[in-house]
């Protein structure tokens, strides 16, 4: 947590110090306010936009003390928060005498032409980036244009700002600007051309894919020969990007909880059910393929928790996956923790793992328990059938909810009906664990 605050004061500082150089080095305050706002907000929110590289890079030391996805729910704020400050601009500009012509006028420097179509592409960029699932713009279309605006949005920017802005005249502001923007470009090429290159020089192989449930495949990846597999807490995510050549299946980079324990060694192993275009060809995939790695990422585990010692996991049909891996560990373990497993799926043959889960809660002296709820139960099922709702959670909790710890992963619609029973129930919000793939996706 330390080192969190540390990042934030230092992103404040970074994003602050443009304009506090600015001040005191590069130009003389105008006589109007307006004006100077103006040149401020345009001075920061530049700065704001380069920062989003920054967030987006997947640099391990930076998001390990928040987790991915809240990470990149930052990220999406901090572009709304910049195209907020981006879009008074010109108007400040204007109202502090700078002549409407600024705004509409054809008849002005190239460099004014290179900021108007600057704004455009950032307002074009976070509008598709709010609205994507609701114009049903598939993911690697939208990242692929997201990675060609986001670069031409800097280069443009860059010439703007470096021809407009009166701050810039002076040698030690130009340098340090220039200077910013080299280090931002060389980010961005590290993080979508040179990583990917280096880490595809070190494949993962399959070495099994096997089926758990109706649609549902288990994926086992070796590390290369000659290399140990890398280090994750049991909860954790990987980016994997499958290589199936020479049978026209699709190569992208996706996110999969890593369901496997690491305590299973000399493997990982992702679990993943087919919802989608892509996901619908796991079950294609081949012993022998190869496999991009990314990893380990985010911070849905249980050993980030230590003071967690009576748990409640929640699921929903394929959001079993990291708690498995965390329910493995446990046992592999012999961790000192109990876990209420409360389980939620259709149909019976839809339980992902259930045959090591109640192996696993047998072998456990009490320390685990496993309660299945089915919604669309068959007429053999003698377990719990219906939903997850308050009624439930607090009749399995019985009277001690508000000193437990609360694990919940499914789809979104779930995990949102459940935060809301958890705050009815005055579960506090400390005490509730979850990670926010749909900002990933």
């Known amino acids: 947590m330390k080192r969190g605050l540390l990042l934030l004061l230092l992103y404040i500082v970074v994003l602050g110090s443009p304009l506090a150089l600015s001040a005191t080095l590069a130009h003389e305050a105008s006589s109007s306010f307006l004006y100077e706002l103006g040149r401020g907000l345009a001075l920061s929110g530049a700065t704001l936009l380069l920062l989003q590289v920054v967030l987006a890079a997947r640099l391990k030391w930076v998001e390990r003390p928040y ?15 910049g195209l907020a400050m981006l879009i008074p601009h010109p108007i400040f500009l204007v109202l502090g005498g700078a002549g409407w012509s600024l705004l509409w006028s054809l008849d002005t420097p190239w460099y ?20 994507r699932r609701r114009m049903k713009i598939r993911f690697e279309r939208w990242r692929l244009a997201h990675d060609m605006l986001g670069p031409t949005l800097l280069v443009l920017v860059l010439l703007h700002s470096s021809n407009a802005g009166q701050d810039l005249k002076v040698d030690v502001m ?14 961005f090429a590290y993080h979508r051309i040179v990583r990917p290159i280096l880490l595809g020089r070190q494949s993962y192989r399959v070495v099994e894919v096997r089926p758990k449930a109706e649609g549902v495949w288990t994926i ?57 275009d892509f996901t619908a060809t796991i079950g294609k995939t081949r012993p022998g393929d190869t496999a991009t790695v990314h990893a380990a990422f ?55 793992f259930r ?39 607090a009749r399995q909790c019985g009277q001690d909810c ?26 506090p919000e400390r005490r509730i664990r979850l990670e926010y793939f749909s900002f990933l996706d």
């Not at 585990?301 to 009576?310: I, N, Q, R, T």
Request: with cysteine; hydrophobic share 45%; charged share 20%.
């Open 174 to 187: 130009r340098t340090a600007w220039f200077a910013a923007f080299g280090i931002i470009f060389a980010l």
């Open 220 to 276: 086992r990846l070796a590390p290369p020969k000659g290399h140990k597999r890398f280090d994750y807490l049991p909860g954790q995510f990987q980016f994997l990007t499958l290589h199936r050549h020479g049978r026209g299946l699709p190569e992208e980079e996706h996110h999969f909880t890593i369901s496997s324990s690491p305590t299973e060694t000399g493997y990982i192993s992702s679990t993943v059910k087919a919802v989608g």
């Open 112 to 131: 004014i032409t290179v900021g108007r179509l600057a704004l455009l592409v950032l307002a074009i960029n976070v509008a598709v980036s709010l609205l």
């Open 298 to 352: 985010g911070r849905f585990s249980y050993l980030f928790h230590p003071e967690d010692k009576d748990m409640v996991f929640i699921a929903g049909g394929i959001g079993i996956t990291p708690l498995r891996s965390m329910l493995r560990h446990m046992h592999d373990t012999a961790a000192d923790r109990r876990v209420l497993l409360l389980y939620a799926n259709r149909r019976e043959q839809d339980i992902v």
């Open 402 to 427: 508000l000193h437990k710890a609360f694990y919940l992963c499914g789809p979104p619609g779930l995990v949102r009906s459940l935060l809301q029973n958890l705050r009815k129930l005055g579960v």
């Open 67 to 81: 987790g991915l996805d809240m990470l990149l729910r930052f990220h999406r704020n901090m572009a709304v928060l």
């Open 355 to 393: 045959k090591e889960l109640d192996e696993m809660a047998a072998e456990s002296s009490g320390r685990l328990t496993v309660v299945h709820v089915l919604s669309k139960p068959g007429p053999e099922w003698r377990g719990e059938s219906g939903h997850i709702d308050k009624e439930f959670i």
